[in-house]
């Protein structure tokens, strides 16, 4: 019955190594997000799709790219690891209402805890 | 246990005290305000939202409150129990779209 599901839960990889992370939503939102969150608990949006396009690109390094090959995943690829990559990254999904409605609750995900070596 | 250098404000109460956890935010233009639980080892948990045309709303032994004067927002919560521990964020959409700009975060311990 998991809402927002990632694999996977741990991942623990060398610097320069490309990875993956997979993120699936059951809930029929039309709207995926990625968010980083750092050893300070401090969680930041990288990127948002509505739909299967791109709707935000915060300031991440084009290493990191998003792809949703359908509304209800949204993955992320990371090239060239670097130390400071090292965090937990969390899905999250929203019903993904009009653009101007001004906010909506979104669902996270169980987190993908990322230690680069 | 707690990550060097993580040096989040925390709160302690007492089992069955009420508890309020204070947020200030930065966009005058925000209009919609949601809070989250985030438990250790797990993702953040809806628990309440708020839009800016109102000043209060509560939920089951929460309640949040909006000044909007002031660009402040709190989270009660009543007769706190154990399995309230947790970090607690405060969010704000600073307009539009639905991008949610996350405060710094709180732990709340309550002690037994």
């Known amino acids: 019955d998991t809402a927002v599901s990632q694999t996977p839960k741990y991942l623990v990889t060398q610097m320069g190594n490309d990875k993956s992370i997979k993120c699936e939503q059951n809930?029929?939102?039309?709207?995926m997000y990625w968010y980083k969150q750092d050893s300070k608990k401090f969680l930041k949006i990288m990127f948002s799709y509505n739909n299967k396009e791109l709707i935000i690109n915060e300031t991440v390094p084009n290493r990191f790219s998003p792809k949703s090959p359908d509304k209800a995943h949204l993955n992320l690829h990371i090239n060239s690891l670097e130390l400071g990559d090292s965090a937990v990254y969390f899905c999250?999904?929203?019903?993904?209402?009009?653009?101007?409605?001004?906010?909506?609750?979104?669902?996270f995900g169980p987190g993908t805890r990322l230690l680069v070596l | 246990g707690e990550s060097v250098g993580l040096h989040l404000p925390t709160l302690s109460v007492q089992e069955g005290d009420n508890s309020i956890i204070n947020c200030a935010y930065s966009?005058?233009?925000?209009?919609?305000f949601i809070w989250y639980k985030q438990e250790s080892g797990k993702g953040p948990q809806f628990i309440i939202d708020?839009?800016?045309?109102?000043d209060k709303r509560q939920g089951q032994r929460v309640t949040v409150l909006l000044n909007k004067t002031v660009k402040h927002l709190s989270l009660q919560i009543a007769a706190t129990q154990p399995g309230d521990s947790a970090v607690y964020f405060c969010?704000?959409?600073?307009?539009?779209?639905?991008?949610?700009?996350f405060g710094t975060g709180t732990q709340l311990k309550v002690e037994l």
């Open positions: 708020i839009r800016s045309n109102m």
């Open positions: 969010a704000e959409n600073p307009g539009g779209g639905n991008k949610l700009t």
């Open positions: 809930l029929g939102h039309d709207t």
């Open positions: 999250a999904s929203s019903h993904g209402g009009i653009a101007g409605w001004g906010g909506e609750t979104q669902y």
């Open positions: 966009n005058s233009a925000s209009d919609y």
